[in-house]
């Protein structure tokens, strides 16, 4: 895990340092170092710190209260083409890639000005629906 300072509206933000918790949190950190070097260089970074983007399509939560890290497979393709239809500015950039969520803590806002377009309130799959699922 990345976060554990929120903004002041209580949001997950980009621009708050990251401090990992963990050796897989803290190689996410370096892989935002290294893109920040390259595009230090010259060549355009994107570090999308992405949501669980699954197979199904489908927000997974671990309780029904927590599905707030779910990206749909047609918000990534959308993020991914403002990506490379847009100057980056600066060269480099950081944004969170989630879905929408009533109980949304990731801020989306960003300077390429994408903006998801699914919710998880209108795709969510139940806990009990979702291990059926995956004991086919």
Same mark, same amino acid.
């Given at each position: 895990?990345?976060?554990?300072?929120?903004?002041? *509206?209580?949001?997950?933000?980009?621009? @708050?340092? =990251? @401090?990992?918790?963990?050796?897989? /949190?803290?190689?996410?950190?370096?892989? $935002?170092?290294?893109? #920040?070097?390259?595009?230090?260089?010259?060549? =355009?970074?994107?570090?999308? #710190? @992405? /949501?669980?983007? &699954?197979?199904?399509?489908?927000?997974?939560?671990?309780?029904? $209260? &927590?599905? *707030?890290?779910?990206?749909?497979?047609?918000? %990534? @393709?959308?993020?991914?083409? !403002?990506?490379?239809?847009?100057?980056?500015?600066?060269?480099?950039?950081?944004?969170?890639?989630?879905? !929408?969520?009533? +109980?949304?803590?990731?801020?989306?806002?960003?300077?390429? /000005? %994408?903006?998801?377009?699914? +919710?998880?309130?209108?795709?969510?799959? +139940? *806990?009990?629906?979702?291990?059926? $699922? &995956?004991?086919?």
């Amino acid at each position: 895990n990345l976060y554990s300072n929120r903004n002041t *509206q209580g949001k997950l933000s980009v621009d @708050i340092p =990251p @401090i990992p918790d963990s050796p897989y /949190g803290a190689a996410k950190v370096y892989m $935002e170092a290294l893109g #920040r070097f390259y595009a230090n260089k010259g060549l =355009p970074a994107v570090c999308a #710190r @992405i /949501g669980n983007l &699954n197979a199904q399509d489908k927000p997974r939560p671990l309780s029904e $209260e &927590n599905p *707030q890290r779910w990206l749909s497979k047609r918000d %990534w @393709i959308s993020l991914v083409e !403002k990506c490379i239809q847009q100057d980056i500015p600066d060269n480099f950039v950081v944004l969170n890639a989630v879905s !929408k969520n009533d +109980k949304q803590v990731f801020d989306w806002s960003n300077p390429l /000005g %994408w903006e998801p377009q699914d +919710k998880v309130e209108d795709n969510i799959v +139940k *806990q009990a629906d979702h291990f059926e $699922e &995956n004991l086919k």
